[in-house]
């Protein structure tokens, strides 16, 4: 895909194509880029870049405070979208961008206006703007879906195969101007849509965006009808990135000739040119697949692949894809603004929007408070801070110590808790070990980060003897329960092969101490922790099955536990 190409689009028509995604990390070519980019439009156009972390008053405008508190009256501030009107917005890692922040971006986008309550003001601005967004995530993070749906292009920047492409600001406002008068027949409408389909692309808006693209491309090229060949390179420009399959086309095989018929007299007297007209026009069908076809011929080898491939790795992952939930908290954490509250019992004080709320209210409280006092500050005014705390992920593995295995389990248990350790310790998540062995369970290591404490705890740990499973269960269960009660996310990991022969009292008694181990696996599964069943045994086990069945986890069999299948095993039931 040329990323010069779209750029030029964009410039024809900011507004109807929304924007660009530039996925890659920063460079000398995204530089080239955005500096090719300014060149094609005149001086005077608005930029503004807007980082993940702008406020909303910044956004969308607020109260300008040095003003109110000076003038003793409510004086606007207009927003950063309002100042782009007619100009474009620049998203550094757009990738990171909140989604609030994303959804207040796509209703301006949408709108084309900038709508803001508050302080007592109400903000109205027009705001049309296309939105430049720096994309420099890994494969695991993406634009946030409803920006990433309004923004026509989305280009790879090392598969930019157009580096040469020269054009100028005459030529695009010359493109401008034509834009809205190109011709476009039914036949490649429907041919787009038909493409569009083919490419597993059910969003209207993006074959929109497609017919768009036709249209300024043969603009671009001074035709005043869009062809086969602009069509086909905006399937390119807008489908392929999004297409989520392969289009199917089915070998044709050449009919067996026919005896021909006896015409008819009046057959006969018809002109020749008459029977052939309807050749003329193509049905929708063979329009789209002619379109397909002069794509594919433009893609690479394995773009096509690639990029489906892509698509649906990220959509398996769903919209989160991350272990770590947020929470609400008043100490620590992501600021996501303020509210109205008491700045006391270890809440924060939000100093300028306490400012903010008590500024429109000075003319009217001096009449009514002492003339020396410069600013008048009611408890109604006060701001305290808002945070979002990340939940911390706890994964407690329960190992079934007993037995004349108990040395290969543990074994698996040790390498798998320093291997998933190696990895939270980035993410800041805990691991803990509970072992069962002989007449009941011991918290062998407590939830932790650390990896030398874990190396020195793992290094004696001991096994053999009886298996009270259900002693097992039920310290998990405590332990998982008051992790969630501190506000984190337990994650259970059970190794074992699921037989039971030990009570919680330490009787050895087979049928007892299964039903337990069964009752206790049933109360398990109310709480609503995720967990997850390794069977150890050299073959998988039905009592193995049967707990994770009862436990409401997954099951998963694994004779020879290698410590990285566990990690992937455990990351999946994360996510």
């Not at 607020?62 to 109110?68: F, Q, S, W």
Request: glycine share 8%.
């Amino acid at each position: 895909m040329s990323a010069k190409l779209a750029i030029a689009l964009v410039t024809i028509d900011p507004t109807g194509f929304g924007g660009l995604a530039l996925r890659g990390p920063a460079s000398p070519v995204r530089d080239e880029i955005i500096a090719f980019f300014k060149t094609l439009l005149p001086n005077t156009t608005p930029f503004r870049r807007m980082p993940p972390s702008i406020t909303d008053d910044r956004l969308m405008g607020g109260l300008d405070l040095a003003l109110t508190l000076a003038t003793g009256r409510a004086v606007p501030m207009r927003g950063l979208l309002s100042e782009c009107d007619g100009g474009f917005v620049i998203a550094p890692m757009a990738e990171r961008m909140p989604h609030s922040l994303a959804s207040r971006l796509a209703v301006a986008m949408d709108l084309h206006e900038v709508r803001a309550e508050r302080e007592g003001m109400s903000l109205r601005e027009e705001a049309r703007f296309g939105v430049i967004a720096l994309d420099e995530g890994l494969e695991d993070e993406h634009l946030p879906q409803g920006l990433a749906e309004r923004l026509a292009f989305h280009v790879m920047l090392d598969t930019d195969a157009d580096s040469d492409l020269t054009l100028t600001a005459q030529q695009i406002i010359a493109a401008r101007h034509a834009y809205q008068t190109i011709e476009i027949s039914e036949e490649i409408i429907s041919g787009l849509v038909s493409a569009a389909l083919a490419f597993g692309v059910w969003s209207m808006r993006a074959t929109q965006f497609a017919l768009r693209a036709a249209r300024a491309l043969a603009a671009l090229a001074g035709r005043s009808e869009v062809t086969q060949e602009d069509a086909a390179r905006a399937v390119k420009l807008v489908l392929v990135p999004r297409a989520t399959q392969i289009p199917q086309q089915e070998q044709e095989q050449a009919p067996e000739p026919e005896p021909e018929p006896e015409q008819a007299p009046e057959e006969e007297a018809q002109p020749e040119h008459s029977r052939d007209s309807d050749d003329d026009h193509l049905s929708p069908e063979s329009a789209g697949d002619r379109i397909v076809e002069a794509t594919q011929t433009l893609l690479d080898a394995d773009l096509l692949a690639r990029l489906v491939a892509s698509n649906l790795q990220h959509k398996s992952k769903g919209a989160g894809g991350k272990s770590q939930s947020q929470h609400a908290s008043r100490m620590r954490g992501a600021p996501i603004g303020s509210r109205p509250g008491d700045p006391r019992n270890g809440a924060k004080l939000n100093l300028l929007d306490t400012l903010c709320s008590a500024a429109p209210w000075q003319t009217l409280r001096r009449k009514t408070s002492p003339a020396d006092v410069k600013v008048h500050i009611r408890k109604q005014d006060f701001r305290i801070r808002r945070f979002a705390e990340k939940k911390r992920v706890t994964t407690f593995f329960v190992v079934d110590a007993s037995g004349s295995s108990a040395l290969h389990r543990l074994s698996e248990a040790k390498g798998a808790v320093q291997h998933l350790l190696a990895q939270c310790y980035q993410r800041r998540d805990e691991a803990a070990l509970i072992s069962f062995r002989g007449t009941g369970a011991t918290m062998l290591l407590p939830p932790t980060r650390s990896l030398t404490r874990v190396r020195r705890q793992l290094a004696h740990l001991p096994g053999g003897g009886g298996t009270p499973l259900a002693a097992g269960i039920a310290m998990a269960k405590d332990a998982a329960d008051q992790t969630a009660r501190r506000g984190g996310t337990p994650v259970i990991v059970f190794l074992t092969d699921g037989q039971a022969n030990v009570t919680r009292d330490g009787v050895g008694e087979r049928p007892r101490a299964e039903q337990e181990a069964i009752a206790m696996a049933q109360q398990l599964r109310l709480c609503g922790f995720a967990s997850l069943v390794i069977d150890t045994s050299p073959r998988p086990q039905v009592r193995a099955q049967r707990l994770a069945q009862e436990l409401g986890a997954h099951y998963m069999p694994l004779p020879a536990a290698d410590p990285a299948r566990v990690a992937r095993a455990v990351q999946t039931v994360m996510g």
